[in-house]
């Protein structure tokens, strides 16, 4: 197989270099193929490989890759191995990051290789700071950048009311769009990079299929071959259009969208670090306590009591972080299989991370 038709995929360097010389000269005379998983929808696996503009290839798994989400997830490249008329996967390549959760004690794939994580959220009732937060620390945990966008901002007179609440979490992403509105979603383009990989997670309902489909041709055509891959949706029993399923779509411009269904319950994964990076706030000012074990309770000097007292630390904000660190122990706890993976990952994540920056640089330059 030709590996450069793999770039409009985002195929690059770092995934070349975990392939041997023997696995190479096999993808050179097609005995493997690579695929990056567009979707997965129960057994049914499906993938983009070098002829990708035609649509995707249905992978079959084999039994050690299984349960699938503990294994791979939408985003993530495989090797394939040609059986007959099928690809079965044979190898999973390391991610350069992995969006993950904890499910019924176990740790589920969400998305992999991203550049950006769209948390979408809505100017209505559905708006909740403390998800949002709980979202950002999964963000940082997983060492992708967050970008929060206010869907539905037709929806409301008060738009600076959602967005100071947003202003106030640790993020420097924030775009308030409304898929009603097409000039509203300009001021996305700045993420909307051909190549690059966003996922979109938040509520069911808040819009993330809508922003896909709007962001599907709306965005400044560029002179490219790149054919669109479009996105399969399922009716559900009310007969209303939901995403099932993750699944990867390209739009016009070549960039790569992970819709994913609504989400719950979201319960992080052993994300002290990025729990630390979504309160940074509340650990600089616990670093001013007069005691250095202080526990913020009764101490005098104690610099957080003083913060909520007089109103600069909002309360749900401190109560939230309180809430995901307690959740957070708990769930290291009773998932030890699935901690023991993750620690895992993190010592692979340190090895391959100058690795991602050197690859960064270039891409940059690149673009
Ligand atoms: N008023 C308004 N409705 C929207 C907007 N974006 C999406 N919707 C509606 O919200 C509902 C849920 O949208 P959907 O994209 O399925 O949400 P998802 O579950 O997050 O994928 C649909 O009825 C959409 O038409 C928006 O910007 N403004
Ligand atoms: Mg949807
Ligand atoms: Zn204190």
């Known amino acids: ?35 990056r998983i567009s979707a997965i929808h129960r057994s049914v696996i499906k993938g983009l490989g070098s002829n990708w503009p035609e649509g995707e290839v249905e992978l079959l798994c084999p039994e050690y890759f299984q349960p699938i989400s503990e294994f791979f997830c939408v985003g993530d490249w495989v090797i394939a191995e040609r059986t007959n008329e099928h690809f079965r996967i044979f190898k999973v ?30 100017a209505n009732s559905n708006f909740n700071i403390k ?19 206010l869907n539905k901002i037709d929806l409301t007179d008060n738009v600076d009311g959602f967005l100071d609440q947003i202003r106030s979490l640790s993020v420097h992403n924030l775009a308030a769009v409304s898929v009603l509105e097409p000039d509203s979603l300009l001021s996305l383009s700045h993420f909307l990079i051909p190549t690059a990989t966003i996922a979109m997670v938040g509520s069911s309902g808040v ?58 319950e979201l319960q992080l994964l052993n994300a002290q670090e990025g729990i630390k990076q979504t309160f940074d706030d509340i650990i600089r000012l616990a670093q001013e306590c007069k005691f250095t074990n202080c526990t913020h309770q009764t101490e005098p000097g ?9 109103g600069i630390l909002p309360l749900y904000h401190w109560q939230n972080h309180q809430k995901l660190l307690k959740e957070d122990a708990f769930n290291a706890r009773s998932a030890q299989g699935a901690y023991a993976q993750k620690q895992h990952q993190k010592t692979f994540s340190k090895k391959i991370f100058r690795e991602q920056m050197k690859y960064r640089e270039n891409k940059g330059n690149k673009k």
């Not at 985002?10 to 096999?26: A, G, M, R, S, Y």
């Not at 499910?103 to 769209?118: C, E, G, I, T, V």
């Not at 104690?302 to 007089?310: D, I, K, S």
């Open 131 to 149: 998800r949002l937060e709980r979202y950002l620390a999964m963000a940082y945990e997983c060492q992708i950048e967050p970008v929060i966008v």
């Open 207 to 264: 819009g993330k299929s809508s922003l896909v489909d709007a962001l599907f041709t709306h965005v400044q055509k560029k002179q490219s071959d790149i054919q669109p891959v479009r996105e399969i949706r399922e009716d559900d029993d009310k007969g209303k259009h939901t995403t099932t399923s993750r699944q990867l779509i390209i739009n016009e411009q070549g960039v790569l969208f992970i819709d994913t269904p609504g989400i719950r």
């Open 93 to 122: 390549l390391e991610a350069k990051n992995q969006l993950e959760r904890l499910s019924n004690h176990k740790r589920q794939l969400m998305a992999a290789n991203l550049d950006y994580l769209f948390i979408v959220t809505s």
């Open 1 to 35: 197989m030709n590996i450069s038709t793999l770039q409009p995929l985002d195929w690059n360097h770092f995934f070349l270099q975990q392939t041997d010389t023997q696995t190479f000269e096999k993808l050179q005379s097609n005995e493997l193929l690579i695929f």
């Open 302 to 310: 104690c610099q957080v009591l003083q913060a909520l007292e007089g």
